[in-house]
């Protein structure tokens, strides 16, 4: 879900060029890239890249997030049976797609000549191969940063939509909260206090965000980062507990989902498992690159069955209550009103590493514009718009669910699903590529534009008619009062 780290060399400065350093290097910094093309899998200085175990757990790290959190809600949009058996066969396919982009980048990079390649490089190169594509193959590169930021941006409204819900949620049940863990599948007390509107909240929060990005190096952000990995590791395994322990039958579980709802799931499920900006970054700093495959399966592989079993066993507790956030479902004792805050705490810190990406995209080629004595109040200027248009944003769109399923569709599907089979295509074209292979590719392709467009249909329909309803609703209760 990151920007790759790749320095483009020959880049001028543009507003999509590849001259960007990446949430990945905060987190496992090393040396940009391998000293020689990637064909031979060779390092000058092993021990300056990343082992096998460090990869791993910043591949798990990129992919698991608040996209885990909605996937109970996703299996209820597919059904019993059809959202685990969906959820495994999106998982294959965005795995064979993460492959495909690493391959793509092996062949490409020893074809240019070139030690490592980003994403944009990699489809921009790609678009060289075929002549009649070579002279607007720069808009390859921009076309996947564009998406890059898009995602980035996307995840922070993520982010500002849940601190809110379940923030507020922890609020208004503070008087009620006790420390008996009972099952209460629809999550609701007897007492409740009266809070605001989670716009509010989102309000509330925008001070601290700016605040956050404001940071000028991530390193400063290490420590933070680190204690959040481990509050959120230690609250997925409170959630697991919680969930499995309280499994009810799932007789009158519908087995099969509505039509019209399986697009909400798509765009979640692709949400969760958008994790293929963080490939190249990672497989380009190993120590011994030819360990990547291994690791790219094990480590998806994990996830996946993080996703099939929360998604499943968080429906099977809580069924048709679940909510856009399995936090949302928890009850409201003291042990997991305490799960929610060290979740929210963890995507606070979060948030500075999401949105590290698309500024380091967006603010230099502007700053480079102004003069010295101002780059530093451009800077932090850029930063401030750049967190309330994302504010804003989530104040439009305050559902969790329907907004983790938008972003999928929009801009998931086409970073994991519909560019890495169409660059094979094009990297290959010449190389006698099979026909089963392009038919193959063209298939994964389309079955990500009919998940873009439908899932972005549907998403968008639905964010209008709850919108519409809570009008309704303010109206009358106004003119009762």
């Known amino acids: 879900m990151m920007a790759s780290s790749d320095v483009d060399t020959r880049g001028e400065g543009t507003l999509f060029s590849d001259q960007y350093p990446s949430e990945m290097d905060a987190l496992c910094p090393s040396p940009p890239g391998p000293s020689r093309p990637q064909r031979h899998y060779e390092r000058t200085g092993e021990q300056t890249g990343t082992s096998f175990c460090q990869t791993l757990i910043h591949l798990l790290k990129g992919n698991i997030g608040t996209g885990l959190l909605g996937l109970p809600l996703a299996v209820k949009n597919a059904g019993l049976v059809v959202g685990p058996i969906s959820l495994l066969v999106m998982g294959i396919i965005a795995v064979h797609c993460m492959w495909l982009l690493v391959k793509c980048s092996h062949h490409l990079s020893a074809k240019m000549n070139r030690p490592s390649l980003s994403y944009g490089e990699a489809v921009q190169y790609g678009m060289e191969n075929v002549l009649w594509l070579r002279r607007h193959s720069h808009w390859g590169r921009r076309t996947v940063n564009l998406f890059l930021i898009i995602t980035q941006l996307g995840f ?79 609250s997925l395994v409170l959630i697991y507990f919680y969930s499995f322990t309280h499994i009810t039958s799932p007789i009158n579980l519908p087995k099969v989902g509505r039509a019209k709802d399986y697009p909400l799931f798509f765009g979640t499920a ?65 042990t997991y009103q305490a799960v929610k805050l060290l979740y929210c705490f963890g995507i606070f810190i979060t948030f500075a590493l999401q949105f590290y990406v698309p500024a380091e995209i967006l603010i230099p080629p502007v700053v480079a514009r102004v003069s010295e004595r101002w780059e530093r109040a451009v800077d932090l200027l850029l930063r401030t718009v750049l967190v309330i248009f994302t504010c804003a944003l989530a104040i439009l769109i305050p559902e969790l669910d329907l907004v983790i399923s938008l972003v999928g569709s929009v801009s998931s599907s086409f970073l994991a699903l519909i560019f890495p089979p169409l660059l094979q295509i094009l990297a290959f074209h010449t190389e006698g590529l099979s026909p089963w292979i392009t038919i193959k590719n063209s298939v994964i392709s389309l079955v990500g534009l009919v998940g873009f467009l439908t899932g972005t249909y549907i998403a968008i329909e639905q964010i209008i008619a709850r919108n519409g309803l809570k009008h309704e609703e303010t109206l009358s209760s106004f003119m009762i009062q």
């Open 156 to 234: 922070c409204c993520v982010y500002f939509v849940f601190l809110s819900d379940n923030v507020k949620q922890v609020v208004e049940a503070a008087n009620a909260t006790t420390f008996s863990c009972q099952i209460n599948n629809t999550n609701q007390t007897q007492v409740l206090v009266p809070s605001f509107d989670s716009r509010i909240y989102m309000l509330f929060f925008l001070p601290a965000f700016i605040l956050l990005v404001f940071t000028p190096n991530l390193k400063y952000l290490a420590p933070l980062s680190l204690v959040a990995n481990l509050v959120m590791t230690a």
């Open 270 to 334: 692709i949400f969760a498992f958008e994790g293929i900006g963080v490939v190249l970054p990672l497989e380009n700093k190993m120590q011994r690159p030819q360990q990547f495959t291994p690791v790219l399966y094990l480590g998806m592989g994990i996830v996946t069955f993080l996703y099939i079993s929360l998604g499943t066993i968080g429906y099977l507790c809580f069924g048709e209550h679940i909510g856009g956030s399995i936090t949302l479902n928890l009850p409201n004792c003291w």
